[in-house]
Each structure stands twice: as C-alpha cells, then as structure tokens.
C-alpha cells in the first residue's frame, strides 16, 4: 500500500513540475516579444520568481501562482503596449487564468 502511494505522489510531482515548466517557457517566449532593453530584466525577473517556487507542494498553490504569473506577464506586456490578449494566449491556457486576476 504504501509503495502506491509513493508512485501516486511521484506522479503528482511530475504534473506540478510540468505545469511550472510549461509557464516559465511561456513566459520566456513572451519576454522575446519585449522591447530589446527591457528583455534582460524581465528574463532574470521571472527566471527568479519561477525558481523561489519551485518547492511548491500543493496544487492549490501551484494554481494561484500560475494565474499571478499570468496576471503579471499580461500587466508586462500592456506597459509595452503589446496586446496581452492575443500574445498570451498559450500562457492563459497553461495557467488555467479564466479571467480570475
């Protein structure tokens, strides 16, 4: 039983690790749509932010964080006057954001 649940728990990590990694790489692609000045900044910004989270243990949290990633990418790209609507569409599919920001 309990060699079971490890597997489950393992799984489970895999999932969270892969939604973050997917986000990070989103990010990453909407960071190369920035003004070439503000490219390095926001790529060490969210290089920092994905990596002080990377311990994260419970979905609900993974969740929340995901939608604020998205939420912040969106506040980014409107300063630039890129329109977050249609760049970050990938990234609100990955983050799961309906609208709740």
Avoid: Q
């Avoid at 649940?5 to 986000?23: D, P, Q, V």
């Avoid at 000045?37 to 994905?50: G, H, I, L, S, V």
């Amino acid at each position: 039983m309990s060699f079971k649940f490890k597997g489950i728990l393992k799984i489970r990590e895999n999932s969270m690790t892969s939604g973050g990694l997917r986000a990070y790489r989103e990010v990453l692609r909407l960071v190369r749509r920035l003004p070439a000045d503000a490219r390095p900044y926001y790529a060490k910004y969210a290089r920092e932010n994905f990596v002080n989270y990377r311990d994260l243990s419970a979905d609900d949290d993974l969740a929340a964080l995901l939608r604020r990633a998205y939420a912040h990418s969106s506040w980014v790209l409107s300063k630039y006057s890129i329109d977050a609507g249609e760049a970050a569409g990938r990234l609100k599919e990955v983050c799961g954001a309906d609208g709740e920001v």
